[in-house]
């Protein structure tokens, strides 16, 4: 599939901002996770993508590839970011493969829509696992190797369900909950030793596997709800690869600890609708 650039990214980005960088990313196969990891490799790094699904993530990669002649993206399939020795593994082979990590992004979730009674507390489990101890496990594989960068940066892929609580998505707002505590804590540990670490929460974005699963399938429901919106429009993955890419960039280095939620400010109106 190719995808055209103006799609992912705006046109006021510089060619080479990334140059000589190596990006590491769960979920990478993702709608949203592989433009950002797009957008990144057009602008100079090059990837290591990480999914369970392993025909899918290759291809991933290799599409993913065709964003910057030369690109060298690798694409794991079978991690499960719920086993740390998968993780371990994957980082040390693209240290090995791509000569180190200097960029990480968390992305890898869970998703379904059910009541609070509606789970099973196993279910309610593996998403907190995907979501939470994916999460860790993630930072926990990549850190020595992110300590040897001279530019160290982690960007988790949370959500805004949390900040006001979310009917049939207890189990996501609670394990988005923790993602964003987490990523406060590695800010504090280990900024002093020049880690930046941010959370990025999409709001509704179109075309994406979160909303495809969200999302009323009536056209007028949908209409209702965009029209809601503060920004007037649902969001696109080029606004989360966008922001990526600032979040990623030297343009960024004072913003750690922080969670950024891009989403047209609709979570202002959550309770609203
Ligand atoms: C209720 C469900 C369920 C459902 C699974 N379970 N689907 N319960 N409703 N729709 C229960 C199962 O019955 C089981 O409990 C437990 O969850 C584990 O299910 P498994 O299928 O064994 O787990 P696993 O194979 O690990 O799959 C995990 C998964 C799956 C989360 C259920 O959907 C998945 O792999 N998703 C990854 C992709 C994904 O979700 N992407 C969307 C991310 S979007 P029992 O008790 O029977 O054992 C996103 C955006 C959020 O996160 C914010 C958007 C704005």
């Not at 503060?230 to 606004?239: A, K, L, Q």
């Not at 047209?264 to 309770?271: D, E, I, K, Y």
């Amino acid at each position: 599939m190719s995808v055209p650039e103006s799609k992912y990214l705006s046109p006021i980005w510089r060619d080479d901002i990334f140059k000589g960088k190596v990006i590491f990313v769960t979920g990478g196969a993702g709608t949203i996770c592989s433009m950002q990891t797009r957008a990144m490799v057009r602008l100079g790094a090059n990837a290591c993508i990480l999914g369970r699904n392993a025909s899918k993530t290759e291809a991933a990669a290799k599409d993913i590839a065709t964003a910057r002649p030369g690109a060298k993206v690798i694409g794991i399939g079978e991690c499960d970011v719920r086993k740390i020795e998968s993780l371990e593994a994957a980082a040390a082979r693209c240290a090995k493969e791509l000569g180190g990590i200097d960029y990480v992004i968390a992305g890898a979730a869970g998703n379904f829509v059910a009541s609070i009674d509606g789970i099973s507390s196993n279910a309610f489990k593996t998403v907190m696992d995907i979501d939470v101890l994916g999460t860790y496990n993630t930072i926990k594989a990549t850190l020595p190797h992110l300590l040897r960068s001279p530019s160290p940066r982690l960007l988790a892929v949370s959500a805004t369900f949390h900040y006001t609580g979310m009917p049939f998505q207890a189990h996501v707002a609670a394990a988005k909950a923790s993602v964003d505590s987490l990523i406060a804590s590695v800010a504090l540990e280990y900024g002093p030793r020049g880690v930046v670490a941010n959370v990025i929460a999409p709001g509704p974005i179109a075309g994406t596997e979160g909303m495809a699963r969200l999302a009323s399938s009536k056209p007028e429901q949908i209409a209702e709800y965009e029209r809601a919106i503060p920004s007037g429009r649902f969001g696109t993955v080029r606004d989360i690869a966008d922001a990526t890419v600032f979040l990623l960039s030297d343009a960024s280095s004072y913003i750690n600890g922080q969670v950024i939620p891009v989403d047209g400010a609709s979570w202002r109106r959550q309770g609203a609708y």
